[in-house]
Structures are given as C-alpha cells and as structure tokens.
C-alpha cells in the first residue's frame, strides 16, 4: 500500500474516532441552548457535588454516592446546593417559555399530557405549572449522541409517561457500567433531570 494512501487511511480514522468520541460526549448538545445557561448549571452541579462528597477526583465514587443518597431518600438538601445553583434553579424557571426548554409550562407541552414531576404550582394558575421537558431538543440531543441502550431506553419511556419519581431514575442510572457513567451526557441528564429537578422544587426554601 503506497504511503500516502496509509497515511489517509490513518487520518481518516483518528477523525473518525475524534467525531466518535466529540458524539459520545455529549458536549456537543450545548449548542442546542441559545442562553448558555444548561453549560453554567452543569459546571456548578459539578462543583456543588465534589465540594459536597470531597472524594478528590473520583467521578464515579461521586455521581454513585449522590445517585444512591437521591434514590433512598437521604441526600442532606440543605448543605448540597450552592448558591449560583439555586439562583440558576430560579433562572430556569424564568425562561422555561418554549418547547426547547429544559422545563416547559404545561399549557404549552407539545401534546397536553400531564407529566408529574413538577414544582410546586398553584392549581389556580395552570400557565405557570412547569413538567421537565424530555421531548426539547437539549434532552433529546443527550439521547441521539449516546451510545448507552440502557439511556436511551430510560430517556424513551420518560418521553411516554413522565410520572416516574426522581428517586427511581436515580435508582436506574445507579445500575448503569462504570464506562456509561463517565459520559458527559449521561452526567448532563443526572445534573438536569435529578438535580436541578430537585432545586427547582426546593428553591423557595433558599433565601
């Protein structure tokens, strides 16, 4: 084989892995969300966790602790979140006002099914209760670019009945391999559907 032809063969398939692992990162999905604030509340979700369960490094000893501590009902709500966090939790309820949200006002979902994770709303005020938004194009970004079955299976049941308790799904993505979990996006959908899903309920509590 003539040496330029190798050399492209073998250029042509570092970008190949390169556009592979970019996909899999899930980073990509950023672009989806115009505000730039999905990156800012990651970034803190992320610092809120590693000052919180001071495990140095350790990712996974991490996101495993939180995920367990959600999915039993023992996370120590009043210490976890950060104060940029919570303000970010309030940010997101401010521009939860079209179908890319990350939080959607229920009168304006796509197909009016009524998904139950929500805040607190009062009945009254139907325009103002919010569901978390599976089917917006930042959640199903995560969904499109991961090579994880078992989150694209639990992202598509959520899409179809979104009466599943946070402490469930944490359950679920507890179970997920070591390799999965390491993923920026499934680490993005732990920071939105988990964590700031808690906030947004909690906020109130925060002066």
């Known amino acids: 084989m003539p040496l330029k032809i190798r050399s492209r063969i073998i250029a042509l398939s570092l970008l190949l892995c390169i556009k592979a692992t970019y996909s899999q990162s899930g980073i990509n999905c950023y672009d989806v969300d115009e505000t730039g604030i ?28 939180f995920l367990a501590e959600v999915a039993s009902l ?3 709500l009043r ?12 940010e997101f309820k401010k521009i939860a006002n079209n179908k890319n949200s990350l939080w959607i ?3 304006e979902y796509e197909n009016n099914e ?8 009062n009945k009254k005020n139907q325009k103002e209760l919010l569901i ?27 899409e179809k009945d ?17 390799k ?7 680490k993005n959908f732990i920071a939105f559907d988990i964590y700031y899903s808690i906030l947004m309920v909690i906020e109130k509590a925060f002066n």
């Open 132 to 158: 978390f938004n599976y089917r917006g194009g930042y959640i199903q970004c995560l969904k499109n670019t991961t090579n994880s079955n078992d989150f694209k299976d639990l992202i598509s049941t959520l």
């Open 79 to 90: 210490k976890l979140p950060s104060e940029n966090s919570i303000r970010l939790a309030r």
């Open 180 to 186: 999965e979990l390491r993923t920026s996006g499934i």
């Open 38 to 65: 999905i990156k800012k509340a990651y970034n803190s979700f992320e610092n809120d966790l590693f000052a919180h369960y001071k495990f140095g490094t350790d990712s996974i000893k991490t996101y495993r602790t």
């Open 162 to 178: 979104g009466n599943v308790s946070t402490s469930l799904i944490s359950q679920k993505i507890y179970y997920i391999t070591d």
């Open 74 to 76: 023992s996370i120590d």
């Open 114 to 121: 009524t998904i139950t994770k929500v805040p607190p709303t």
């Open 105 to 107: 006002k229920l009168s």
